[in-house]
């Protein structure tokens, strides 16, 4: 073997990094495990606090001590191998950043009604194309303000020396674009900041390239409600003045009675005075307290009769609501009539948490507040904000101002002594404390009904700074750990099965050979995880999925070798000989097979969004890993006792087994091609029917909407409640389905797919759990574990109508680009159209099959979803496919090369097919052996992946035979007969 110690360098060097990386991922399970140990009471149960309190006087300590350095436990949590979301539980979210508010900063006061037009525009040309935000305005722009330039919106003095007057439109608009770009990069930073000091280990933040979208992963977070505060929160800080009772009366009143006019007009146009009444009593029952603010949950006071509007006149104890008041009150602020008797210096705003809850309600204060063209101080003055205690023990924030910022609170202090200022947070107010002094020195302290991690998380949020720009959540997936429990052990389970299952066909078909077979494909597999450890990926289930495919793929290099071994054993090699050849003959055909696999894999990486990326990255890593180790690593085994036995050596590639179905079979492949072809087309009309009939079931990765996984503790019946849900949904799109077992349910709706507010959020779960608890009798809990009565939901996953197109469009094009890119390597390797023909009508004809069989499952009611994970299984069908036509393509161009003149091209395909065949159903079966136990025991989760390839393999490998190599023959016999009959001639 050539270069066999650079080739044993490789493997010791990537062993040790690979076992120094991995034995990380070892201490950090033991540290886990004495957490487990110290938290466990007499009956098994962990006490969470209690664990986390170990784990937290262990953070900081040294854990894993190597002699000349040591690890603490977060430096070996950060350098273990992580698990991805579907695996430990967790939180993925995609953030957009929207870019309205800073193309409006920029136009300052030129904002004009073409200005809001356009804007209004953009957003709806941005769900329909892919163009970006401030591309979709300017074209607007033009529409709407045609022959104005852009530069009479853009050249404020903001901008003064960037731009002018007379500049371009397009230096302008390449302007807003950096501007636009420089704040999503700002965001970025800021939100990272956020999230560094979050406590979230091995957190994984994106910015996604050429677009206005973070993707955060948070693993092991349970807490989503507080992740979105965090990464949703502008951060815009406000101390502003608060308007006293006795100032403020007189312009609620006036509200009131505007109000109250509008009312009482509106109901006499509709010929029902008397409802005009109605709101009388409405408001008077449970609006306003009276007395202090810390007592006036206590009492309901009475109040004014002649106050009918929602917004009450009494203000001795401040404005106080029950929660299902404020939606009222909310609307007679956005009136703006009633809004127009109040001076511009007045505006409201609501407290961030209840005042007080009394008889299952929270209730909430107004505070009316002093406004100002820009607040007299803001957050860009904090300095820094940590978590403390206040006076009474309870979490408070305690903030430091600069110079600038101390001059100005010392001066607003002095100015409302006996007043109040809020202090508040993106348009909430946090607390309001009255002043009872001048405050010097720029150092305040944040009180209120704070627990500790929400203290936490606002000195987090304060110290990280104002995002430039609102963000949104566009996709969001919440995994519970109880899931991702269940899915690592279906999935880990699946593959060692499979994994065993090869390994025992290796040593009964192919002897000592398939002992040297194995230890290539154990070492692949090691590498495989070492490598992911030392890049920092995580290995996620379709991870899992795409190393189940790479140990088909070693197996297939193997098996490629040992048959051409065998091959020149029986052509009456020498055993040194035949292995010689074996591994030289067999390189390039690998070689090839591994770069068009390694091309689905890239373009799965640049197009494929969330998980797909994970199992992209993984497919790479052991195609990369899987040839090293098949035709290096094995090879330097086989070499060492060559080297040091030589043909008295024992090594062996054949048992009795394999030498019963040894030798060349003969079958006539090509003379029944245009059978095969009528078979296909009859399979793919009745896949397409099967489509047509029953649709794709198209998951939401590529329809927008918002998925649930409910554990019961009982089976309740899909169909049931499904009819149950539509009447809540006001008859939208709602689908129930069973999720594994007959106790679990995945219910996916469409309902407010384009509102991908939290609030939409908030309402679409609540109408699922009113719902299930309607139909079922049982009570929604937020525990993890179900109990009798009870029902929980472990996953949730949301995918917004604009992300869902980018899903479908970058589906479409990784498809589209793994076929070209295969057949551009196709054609250059093999020097003729014809073969890339033949190829790309084989991944057609594949896909097609795959596309008519989950159609047809469908039909017959599996439930399958397309979704991301079944266009990974897609492209991998091609990958695999394209692996096995090459297999054949090789032997094609051997057999072409050492044919004698004449021979016909009909006769070098069948034989190269029939020469190929042994091997073909050999890796066919191996890995198909994988597939079949990851479809039986990897989960639902890997269902439809699963399902999907296993079809695949088997179409892949059938239409190796009679659909790429005939194709060959079909479209290239004119040009054979013709040089066939040149070549006579010349003879002649």
């Known amino acids: 073997m050539r270069n066999r110690g650079f080739v044993l360098f490789i493997a010791i060097t990537v062993t040790l990094f690979s076992l120094f990386d991995l034995s990380f991922t070892v201490v950090s399970r033991s540290v886990q495990n004495s957490a487990d140990e110290y938290a466990m009471d007499s009956k098994g149960h962990v006490d969470y606090f209690k664990k986390q309190a170990y784990i937290d006087s262990v953070w900081k300590l040294p854990v894993y001590d190597l002699g000349f350095t040591s690890y603490t436990y977060e430096e070996v949590k950060n350098k273990e191998l992580a698990l991805g979301l579907d695996l430990q539980g967790g939180m993925s979210v995609t953030l957009e950043v929207s870019p309205i508010e800073v193309i409006k900063a920029m136009a300052g006061s030129n904002v004009d009604a073409a200005f809001e037009k356009s804007i209004a525009a953009a957003s709806a040309a941005e769900k329909e194309n892919r163009e970006s935000f401030t591309d979709n305005f300017f074209s607007a722009l033009e529409e709407n303000a045609p022959n104005v330039p852009f530069a009479t919106y853009f050249a404020t003095s903001s901008n003064k020396g960037r731009i002018s007057f007379n500049s371009p439109n397009d230096k302008v608009k390449k302007l807003v674009e950096s501007e636009v770009d420089g704040a999503v990069d700002r965001a970025f930073e800021i939100i990272r900041t956020r999230i560094d000091k979050f406590g979230v280990t091995q957190p994984n933040i994106q910015r996604l390239q050429g677009t206005n979208r973070i993707s955060i992963e948070l693993p092991g977070v349970d807490n989503p409600e507080r992740v979105r505060n965090l990464v949703q929160g502008v951060a815009k800080l406000e101390f502003l003045e608060v308007w006293t009772n006795q100032e403020a009366q007189p312009y609620i009143f006036q509200m009131n009675q505007a109000w109250v006019k509008q009312e009482e007009a509106r109901k006499k146009l509709s010929g029902d005075v008397a409802k005009a009444e109605a709101p009388k009593k409405e408001a008077s029952e449970n609006s306003l307290f009276e007395g202090d603010s810390t007592t006036a949950a206590a009492d309901s006071a009475k109040v004014d009769e002649t106050s009918v509007s929602p917004l009450l006149a009494k203000m001795q104890g401040g404005l106080v609501y029950a929660d299902d008041d404020t939606a009222a009150v909310n609307k007679m602020l956005r009136d703006t009539e009633v809004m127009d008797v109040i001076p511009s210096d007045m505006k409201f705003i609501w407290a961030h948490k209840p005042l007080a809850e009394q008889n299952g309600k929270s209730f909430y204060e107004l505070f009316p507040v002093k406004k100002d063209r820009e607040a007299k101080l803001g957050g860009d003055v904090i300095t820094d904000a940590i978590q403390t205690f206040d006076q009474r023990a309870q979490p408070a924030v305690s903030m430091s101002m600069n110079v600038e910022g101390a001059k100005k609170w010392k001066k607003m202090t002095g100015q409302n002594l006996g007043r109040r200022i809020a202090i508040a947070l993106d348009n909430e107010v946090y607390t309001a404390p009255t002043v009872n002094s001048e405050i010097d020195g720029g150092r305040s302290e944040i009180t209120g009904s704070f627990d500790i991690n929400e203290a936490k998380d606002l000195a987090n949020v304060l110290k990280a700074g104002k995002l430039p720009a609102p963000t949104r959540i566009i996709e969001e997936v919440v995994v519970g750990p109880s899931l991702g429990k269940v899915a690592q052990s279906e999935g880990l389970n699946s593959v060692l099965l499979g994994l065993s299952l090869v390994i025992v066909f290796m040593i009964v078909y192919y002897a000592k050979g398939g002992i040297i077979a194995n230890v290539a494909l154990l070492s692949n597999i090691f590498f495989i995880v070492g490598i992911l450890a030392e890049l920092g990926a995580a290995l996620t289930l379709p991870g899992i999925a795409g190393i189940v495919l790479t140990i088909g793929m070693s197996i297939d290099a193997n098996v490629l070798i040992f048959e051409r071994i065998r091959e020149e054993q029986r052509a009456g090699k020498s055993l040194l000989q035949a292995i010689n050849n074996g591994y030289d003959r067999a390189f390039w055909t690998i070689f090839d097979a591994n770069v068009t696999t390694l091309l689905t894999g890239a373009f799965l990486y640049v197009f494929g969004m969330g998980p797909i990326k994970g199992f992209a990255v993984t497919l790479m890593i052991g195609i990369v890993c899987s040839f090293f180790s098949a035709v290096f690593?094995?090879?330097?085994?086989?070499?060492?006792?060559?080297?040091?036995?030589?043909?008295?050596?024992?090594?062996?590639?054949?048992?009795?087994?394999?030498?019963?179905?040894?030798?060349?079979?003969?079958?006539?492949?090509?003379?029944?091609?245009?059978?095969?072809?009528?078979?296909?087309?009859?399979?793919?009309?009745?896949?397409?029917?099967?489509?047509?009939?029953?649709?794709?079931?198209?998951?939401?990765?590529?329809?927008?909407?918002?998925?649930?996984?409910?554990?019961?503790?009982?089976?309740?019946?899909?169909?049931?409640?499904?009819?149950?849900?539509?009447?809540?949904?006001?008859?939208?799109?709602?689908?129930?389905?069973?999720?594994?077992?007959?106790?679990?349910?995945?219910?996916?709706?469409?309902?407010?797919?384009?509102?991908?507010?939290?609030?939409?959020?908030?309402?679409?779960?609540?109408?699922?759990?009113?719902?299930?608890?309607?139909?079922?009798?049982?009570?929604?809990?937020?525990?993890?574990?179900?109990d009798a009565g009870t029902f929980v939901i472990p996953s949730t996953s949301k995918v917004g109508a604009t992300i869902a197109d980018d899903i479908t469009d970058g589906a479409e094009e990784a498809v589209l680009f793994s076929l070209l890119g295969i057949f551009a390597y196709i054609w250059v390797r093999f020097r003729r159209a014809n073969f890339g023909i033949g190829a790309i009508a084989a991944l057609v004809h594949d896909t097609l099959i795959v596309f008519g069989a989950f159609g047809i499952a469908n039909l017959l009611g599996a439930g399958f979803e397309l979704d991301q994970v079944f266009i990974a299984a897609i492209l991998t069908v091609i990958g695999y496919s394209i692996n096995?036509?090459?297999?054949?393509?090789?032997?094609?161009?051997?057999?072409?090369?050492?044919?004698?003149?004449?021979?016909?091209?009909?006769?070098?395909?069948?034989?190269?097919?029939?020469?190929?065949?042994?091997?073909?159903?050999?890796?066919?079966?191996?890995?198909?052996?994988?597939?079949?136990?990851?479809?039986?025991?990897?989960?639902?989760?890997?269902?439809?992946?699963?399902?999907?390839?296993f079809v695949g393999i088997m179409v892949g490998t059938y239409s190796s035979i009679f659909i790429a190599a005939p194709v060959v023959f079909d479209t290239s016999k004119k040009e054979i007969r013709k040089k066939a009959t040149e070549t006579a001639a010349v003879k002649a």
């Open 884 to 949: 096995d036509t090459v297999v054949v393509f090789d032997r094609v161009r051997e057999e072409e090369e050492g044919s004698k003149d004449g021979d016909q091209l009909i006769n070098v395909i069948n034989k190269a097919i029939n020469g190929t065949l042994n091997r073909t159903i050999i890796t066919s079966f191996t890995t198909l052996l994988v597939i079949f136990v990851l479809l039986v025991f990897g989960g639902e989760a890997l269902r439809g992946f699963s399902f999907s390839l």
């Open 633 to 786: 690593i094995s090879r330097l085994i086989v070499s060492y006792f060559t080297n040091k036995y030589g043909e008295k050596t024992k090594l062996s590639f054949e048992t009795g087994l394999s030498k019963k179905l040894a030798g060349q079979s003969n079958y006539d492949f090509m003379g029944k091609r245009k059978i095969a072809y009528a078979a296909s087309v009859v399979v793919i009309i009745a896949g397409l029917a099967s489509l047509s009939i029953n649709g794709l079931n198209l998951g939401v990765d590529f329809t927008g909407g918002r998925s649930y996984i409910v554990n019961f503790d009982k089976v309740v019946v899909p169909s049931k409640l499904q009819a149950s849900l539509v009447k809540d949904f006001d008859g939208k799109s709602v689908e129930v389905k069973t999720y594994g077992n007959e106790q679990t349910l995945k219910i996916t709706t469409a309902y407010l797919v384009d509102d991908e507010s939290t609030e939409a959020d908030t309402k679409v779960q609540q109408i699922i759990v009113t719902g299930i608890e309607k139909f079922t009798g049982d009570k929604y809990s937020d525990k993890q574990k179900v």
